[in-house]
């Protein structure tokens, strides 16, 4: 208390000396620009200054003012006065500016086109570059006022801000001009920030940011005088989607904050607003509501995207659960910010996520609905304070600084020297590396990791191309560890060409390859942008180098020279299981088809359960990494995510959340405590997927039934699955057989992992499932999946054969001589992202 009341009166003193209104922040670098204008301006309790000034430098060789009448200017916070004037350049021009502190700033960019006598500003088309980067390339102000704000990191004593007209003809301008250092904790890399693969992004405190979106939800706009970096907050009424779910509300309360949660991260204001359930959705729809809010945005750009957060609406802590999308990814699921601010209401805190362009469309969802875990008495509610949308914007500039003429003929001759002598080095590199790639062939591998075997021992296994470009191996471990060379992977793949791309996923794309001796096989590349890289790649060759079953997919080989990191698998015929079901077109599967792949993948994931000394959690159990092959044999591909399982004194392994959203284990997700429950639940998922043949997550559906877990299990909990099942099978699906698949699913299914069958029982009750579906008549006395606990040890070890009801462990752990090498493929088509 006695430190709050020392930050009180701190406050106010900065409030009596700086008289700047609420600011307890000051900029080491502060420059105020009114551009084009022969006096000061006052906006506030700030100056902009006349834009000759000595404390920075306009160098142009042809600029000139113009100016309009007040009246003419739209509506802007206060600030219409700043818009009357603008500096104009018909050549390229820059302003220097000294800076005193090195590190994050914030450079505004005021613009408001006009007509003033034979310049007319509504036709300018220009670029706004740094020494750095390009903040705007080729740019057209709209006919409106706009403020274009980046943060970025200056690391020189001074800033050069260029303006370059992209054409002869056209001309470049700006009204005012805004430079101020801000903390540098702003925006900093930390374990905290969300990436939709559910691993921490790094690299965002080097990264230039330009502000697409800053809304305070609530209904209610902050005016820059209200903010200690004077930032615009624009209220989210336009954006919500639908007002009839939502509810402004206002806490006239004191606003506590977490430690991090500075007022240069976001005024009281915006914590103290929110927009929330309103009362006719917490009421009337339940937990099928949500709070969408839409924007747009440019589809080949990441963004950075920050919540702001605190509960203003609960009267007691954890009474407040709810789930925080982008787009289709959960941000965060069954957020309770009690457990955030020491069970501290009206606490500000924020949720940092990025979203990468691969991820990106030209609409960004932003969605807020009630958690699945509260108690009953309790009302679902959902709430957001604050948004920020950030583009971010590393690229290097590639337009001119210094505001040097591009008619210049000196410049011509010199860029024309440089040009001409940075052709001859390039020629004179290539001879080079042709020259010495002769006399010393290149054997490289990549510098981020050395090779390895599944000991986890350097092995000097290779797969190096034959005169017949087969594979060979040599080493005495080779069989953990097989080796292609990056020049046989490039052969195959006819140099990684785009028209044999049949598959896209998390890790990279997917190419349809053919080897030398006709066989035919699948190369999954990584991407260096994916953030799914060198953990997934150890992983699975690790995982894929030890085990073999004729139910997991067979790893050939992979590549990691050059950096790059491949994995090669045998083609499988029939694809996905996913692409199977639904989207893409193909013939429809019959019920027995259906179950029968069911079995083969319940057979898999059971053996990696109980297959090994320690349990194999496989972590990402969904449609799109179970493969067919010709005879329609299911097997589970995809250990990029994969976990060993808990040690024999343990019951769980505590590891960060992984997974596919609409698959992924609520237990798990709220606990981070993962077993191999959750792959149980996971493929409960899978099998209603697989009877109602269609998406685990589809927006576009009314509310209810989005989530597909949520929707089969209010009919399964009616007695009523039938009504969901896929039109295609419905009616040959015996009832007896359909109530044991969907007993089996409900289990799956279960909140709790203690509740859930292992997948030792799943597998029973599916064969028995097809037993039903198979026998002229049911047989009402044949055990109920209600009692599988006591089926447990009948059935902890299940043949991995196709046609033997139950052998023993030595069977299941030898099963590896009917592995088929000639049909195993991962990932075939676009699968979710984690």
Same mark, same amino acid.
């Given at each position: 208390? +006695?430190?709050?009341?020392i930050?009180v009166?701190i406050?106010?003193? &900065?409030?009596?000396?700086i008289?700047c209104g609420h600011?307890?922040f000051?900029?080491?670098?502060?420059y105020?620009?009114?551009c084009? /204008?022969?006096n000061d301006?006052?906006?506030?309790n700030?100056?902009?200054?006349a834009?000759?000034s000595?404390?920075?430098?306009?160098?142009?060789?042809?600029?000139?003012?113009a100016?309009?009448s007040e009246n003419m200017v739209p509506?802007?916070y206060?600030m219409?006065?700043?818009?009357?004037n603008a500096r104009?350049?018909?050549?390229?021009a820059?302003y220097?500016?000294q800076?005193?502190k090195?590190?994050?700033h914030?450079?505004r960019?005021?613009?408001?086109p006009?007509?003033y006598?034979?310049y007319?500003?509504?036709a300018a088309?220009?670029?706004?570059?740094t020494?750095?980067?390009?903040l705007?390339?080729d740019?057209?102000p709209?006919?409106?006022?706009?403020?274009k704000?980046f943060?970025?990191i200056?690391? /020189?004593d001074?800033?050069s801000?260029?303006?370059?007209p992209?054409?002869n003809?056209?001309i470049?301008?700006?009204?005012a001009i805004?430079i101020?250092s801000?903390?540098?904790?702003?925006?900093?890399?930390?374990?905290?920030?969300?990436?939709p693969?559910?691993?921490?992004?790094q690299?965002? /405190?080097?990264?230039?940011?330009?502000?697409?979106?800053?809304i305070?939800m609530?209904?209610?706009?902050?005016?820059p !005088?209200?903010d200690?970096?004077w930032?615009f907050?624009?209220?989210?009424?336009?954006y919500?989607?639908s007002?009839?779910?939502s509810?402004?509300?206002?806490y006239r309360?004191?606003?506590?904050?977490n430690d991090g949660?500075?007022e240069?991260i976001a005024?009281?204001?915006?914590?103290?607003?929110a927009?929330?359930?309103s #009362?006719f959705?917490q009421t009337t729809?339940s937990?099928?509501?949500n709070?969408t809010?839409?924007?747009?945005v440019?589809?080949?750009s990441?963004y950075?995207?920050?919540?702001?957060?605190?509960?203003?609406?609960s009267?007691a802590?954890s009474?407040?659960?709810?789930?925080?999308y982008?787009?289709?990814w959960?941000?965060?699921?069954n957020?309770?910010?009690s457990e955030?601010t020491?069970?501290r209401?009206a606490t500000?805190?924020?949720?940092?996520?990025v979203?990468?362009a !691969?991820d990106?469309?030209?609409i960004l969802s932003?969605?807020?609905?009630p958690?699945?875990?509260?108690h009953?008495? @309790?009302t679902p509610?959902?709430?957001?304070?604050?948004l920020?949308i950030?583009?971010?914007?590393?690229?290097?500039?590639?337009?001119q600084t210094s505001?040097?003429p591009?008619?210049?003929n000196k410049?011509f001759?010199?860029i024309?020297g440089s040009s001409?002598g940075?052709?001859?080095?390039?020629?004179?590199a290539v001879?080079?590396f042709?020259?010495?790639?002769?006399?010393?062939?290149a054997?490289?591998?990549?510098k981020?990791?050395v090779p390895f075997?599944?000991t986890g021992?350097?092995?000097h296994?290779t797969?190096?191309?034959?005169s017949?470009?087969?594979?060979?191996m040599?080493?005495?471990?080779?069989n953990?560890g097989y080796?292609f060379?990056?020049?046989?992977?490039?052969e &195959?793949t006819?140099?990684?060409?785009?028209?044999?791309?049949i598959g896209?996923?998390g890790?990279?794309?997917v190419?349809?390859?053919?080897?030398?001796?006709?066989?035919?096989?699948?190369?999954?590349r990584g991407?260096?942008?994916s953030?799914?890289g060198l953990?997934e790649?150890r992983?699975?060759?690790?995982?894929l180098?030890?085990l073999r079953h004729r139910h997991l997919?067979?790893?050939?080989?992979? =590549?990691?020279?050059?950096?790059?990191m491949?994995?090669?698998?045998?083609?499988?015929?029939n694809?996905?299981l996913k692409?199977?079901l639904?989207?893409?077109?193909?013939?429809?599967?019959?019920?027995?088809?259906?179950?029968?792949i069911c079995?083969?993948?319940a057979?898999?994931l059971?053996?990696l359960?109980?297959?090994?000394a320690?349990a194999?959690?496989?972590?990402d159990v969904k449609s799109?990494n179970?493969?067919?092959?010709?005879?329609?044999l299911a097997?589970?591909?995809d250990f990029g995510l994969?976990?060993?399982?808990?040690?024999l004194?343990?019951?769980?392994?505590?590891t960060a959340?992984k997974g596919?959203?609409g698959?992924?284990d609520?237990?798990?997700?709220r606990r981070?405590q993962?077993t191999e429950k959750?792959?149980v639940?996971?493929?409960?998922?899978?099998?209603?997927?697989v009877? =109602?043949?269609r998406p685990?997550?589809?927006p576009t559906?009314?509310? @209810?039934?989005?989530n597909?877990a949520?929707w089969?299990?209010k009919?399964q909990m009616?007695g009523e699955?039938?009504?969901v099942? #896929?039109?295609?099978?419905a009616?040959s699906?015996?009832p007896e057989?359909?109530r044991?698949?969907?007993?089996?699913?409900?289990?799956?299914? +279960?909140d709790s992992? +203690?509740?859930?069958?292992?997948?030792?029982d799943?597998?029973?009750?599916?064969e028995?499932?097809?037993?039903l579906?198979?026998? !002229?008549?049911?047989?009402?006395e044949?055990n109920?999946?209600?009692r599988?606990p @006591?089926l +447990?040890?009948?059935?902890?070890?299940?043949?991995?054969m196709e046609?033997?009801?139950?052998?023993?462990?030595?069977t299941?752990?030898?099963d590896?001589?009917e592995?088929?090498?000639?049909?195993?493929?991962s990932?075939l088509?676009?699968?979710e992202g984690?």
């Open positions: 208390m +006695a430190i709050r009341k930050q009166s406050l106010i003193l &900065a409030i009596t000396v008289s600011c307890s000051t900029p080491t670098d502060h105020l620009i009114d084009g /204008s022969l301006t006052t906006i506030g700030r100056v902009f200054q834009d000759d000595v404390s920075w430098t306009l160098k142009s060789s042809s600029n000139n003012l100016n309009i509506s802007y206060g219409e006065q700043l818009f009357q104009v350049f018909t050549e390229p820059s220097t500016f800076i005193r090195h590190g994050r914030f450079i960019l005021y613009f408001f006009f007509v006598k034979s007319n500003l509504t088309s220009f670029s706004v570059l020494q750095d980067i390009t705007l390339n740019f057209r709209p006919l409106n006022v706009i403020v704000e943060s970025l200056i690391s /020189s001074t800033l801000l260029s303006f370059a992209s054409t003809m056209s470049a301008f700006v009204n805004e101020m801000v903390p540098d904790n702003l925006t900093v890399d930390d374990e905290s920030i969300i990436h693969v559910r691993t921490s992004y690299g965002l /405190s080097g990264q230039a940011l330009e502000t697409i979106y800053r305070n609530g209904n209610q706009s902050v005016w !005088d209200d200690t970096l930032r907050w624009e209220n989210d009424q336009k919500l989607i007002k009839t779910l509810q402004p509300f206002s309360g004191q606003i506590s904050r949660v500075s240069e005024p009281d204001i915006v914590y103290a607003t927009t929330e359930l #009362d959705a729809l937990y099928s509501v709070i809010w839409q924007f747009n440019d589809a080949k990441s950075f995207i920050r919540f702001h957060f605190c509960d203003i609406v009267d802590a009474s407040l659960l709810f789930n925080v982008v787009n289709t959960l941000a965060d699921g957020l309770d910010l955030r020491f069970r209401l500000a805190v924020f949720l940092d996520f979203l990468e !691969d990106v469309s030209d932003i969605k807020v609905s958690g699945n875990a509260l009953g008495d @309790e509610n959902a709430i957001l304070n604050g920020e950030m583009k971010i914007n590393g690229s290097p500039s590639s337009g505001g040097t591009t008619g210049s410049n001759k010199i024309l001409l940075a052709i001859a080095v390039i020629i004179i001879v080079l042709f020259i010495l790639r002769k006399k010393r062939p054997k490289q591998y990549s981020t990791w075997s599944a021992l350097t092995s296994s797969i190096t191309g034959t017949n470009g087969i594979p060979s040599d080493g005495q471990n080779g953990l080796r060379s990056f020049i046989a992977v490039q &195959a006819n140099n990684f060409d785009e028209n044999l791309v896209v996923g890790f990279g794309k190419y349809k390859a053919v080897l030398r001796d006709e066989t035919k096989v699948a190369v999954k991407n260096p942008k953030q799914q953990n790649f992983t699975e060759i690790e995982l180098s030890r997919v067979s790893l050939i080989g992979y =590549c990691d020279e050059k950096n790059e491949i994995l090669v698998y045998e083609y499988m015929e694809g996905t692409s199977h639904y989207g893409s077109g193909l013939p429809s599967l019959s019920w027995k088809q259906r179950l029968e079995i083969g993948s057979r898999g059971h053996y359960h109980t297959g090994q320690m194999v959690i496989h972590r799109a179970i493969l067919l092959d010709e005879n329609l097997k589970v591909a994969s976990k060993t399982g808990p040690e004194d343990q019951t769980h392994v505590s959340v596919s959203f698959y992924l609520p237990e798990y997700y981070q993962l959750s792959d639940y996971s493929f409960g998922v899978v099998l209603l997927e009877l =109602c043949a685990v997550i589809n559906l009314p509310r @209810e039934m989005v597909l949520e089969g299990m009919w009616k699955l039938e009504q099942a #896929d039109v295609r099978i009616r699906i015996k057989s359909l044991k698949f969907g007993l089996t699913i409900e289990k799956c299914l +279960a992992g +203690a509740e859930r069958p292992s997948m030792g799943v597998l029973w009750n599916l028995y499932v097809l037993q579906q198979e026998a !002229d008549g049911g047989d009402s044949i109920s999946i209600n599988i @006591e +447990a040890p009948q059935v902890g070890n299940i043949s991995t046609n033997t009801p139950v052998v023993d462990d030595s299941l752990l030898n590896v001589t592995t088929s090498m000639s049909k195993v493929f990932q088509i676009k699968s984690r």
